[in-house]
């Protein structure tokens, strides 16, 4: 009889202990629903809240940790200084993180997660990050011409950074050719030798992400210009090969001149009521005008 009681008590335990599991999930449902509604209007605080409820409630709502780590995207700052920026910042990173090392998450959202570290990477200017990142995304989805195009987009702006402050330092401008005149050619040579040892790789490394996304977007305008752009960069690279620089400007001219006439070529299909091609988001449009 004893036996018999302590059984039906465990039973009852346990039945108490799904009962609450299941409650904890339901409520978890209910503040992801109310953090998905903030989230719409803009609440960006107040979502970060219930979802960090959600979370809580049920860790193993992947769900919640995805809007949490958006609405942590959303409120970090590019270009802003500041600890509680920074906190923001890392708060996604961590939470997108935390989506990745799940063995459940699906393709989907692992490349939501993997795409969103590296836009956050490269928006703080952390850019070997930022390229570790969008590679691994390439690698899960090797067919998204746009995880290419970002992968020149960061070699153009780590190498022109690179470029603008070497050439500062000797008195040029970033586009200006490197002087052959007895005054400047001793320095000029040695920082264009140095910019091929740090920028060299990174150049040819955005070019052929740039190619890769042209072959699987043959229309793609943004992925020429940065093509215009990058070879701009390779030409700082061709130390006493005026041959070599003068090819990688022709180049670059002739991907100015291809993405513009995609572009007038579009405006004229848009202005006759055609399909223009795919437009891409604001946050995907950078740099290259």
């Known amino acids: 009889m004893n036996r018999s009681v302590r059984v039906l008590a465990s039973i009852a335990a346990l039945a108490l202990l799904f009962a609450g599991l299941g409650c904890s999930k339901l409520r978890a449902r209910d ?12 609440k960006y605080e107040e979502a970060i809240e219930h979802f960090k409820n959600a979370v809580s409630l049920d860790p193993s709502l992947l769900t919640a940790r995805l809007y949490l780590g958006t609405a942590y995207m ?3 700052v590019p270009g802003v200084d500041s ?7 890392a708060s996604a990173v961590d939470e997108f993180k935390s989506v990745l090392a799940e063995s459940s998450t ?9 795409k969103s570290i590296a836009s956050l990477y490269y928006n703080k200017k952390e850019f070997d ?21 970002m992968l020149g987009v960061i070699s153009w702006a780590d190498t022109y950074n690179t470029a603008a402050i070497a050439k500062g330092k000797i008195a040029l401008k970033v586009d200006d050719e490197f002087r052959k005149d007895k005054a400047h050619a001793k320095d000029d040579q040695q920082v264009c030798q140095q910019l091929k040892s740090t920028n060299g790789p990174k150049v040819d ?4 992400a740039l190619d890769k996304a042209l072959k699987l977007r043959q ?9 215009n752009l990058l070879y701009r960069r390779k030409a700082d690279v061709e130390c006493g090969n005026p041959e070599g620089r003068a090819t990688d400007i022709k180049s670059a001219d002739m991907w100015s001149d291809k993405a513009m006439d995609i572009r007038k070529e579009k ?21 290259a005008k």
């Not at 490394?205 to 052929?208: R, S």
């Open 74 to 76: 959303q409120q970090f």
């Open 129 to 149: 990050k930022a390229i570790d990142f969008y590679r691994q995304a390439a690698q899960l989805d090797p067919n998204d011409p746009e995880t290419y195009y």
């Open 31 to 42: 503040q992801l629903n109310k953090g998905v509604q903030s989230f719409k209007n803009a």
């Open 106 to 114: 699906n393709r989907e959202n692992r490349l939501h997660a993997l």
């Open 219 to 227: 229309d793609y305008e943004d992925a020429m210009a940065y093509m």
């Open 267 to 287: 405006l004229k299909k848009q202005d006759q009521g055609q399909p223009g091609g795919i437009v891409l988001e604001q946050g995907q449009q950078q740099g």
């Open 83 to 89: 600890p509680e920026n920074d906190r923001y910042a």
């Open 205 to 208: 490394a955005g070019l052929d």
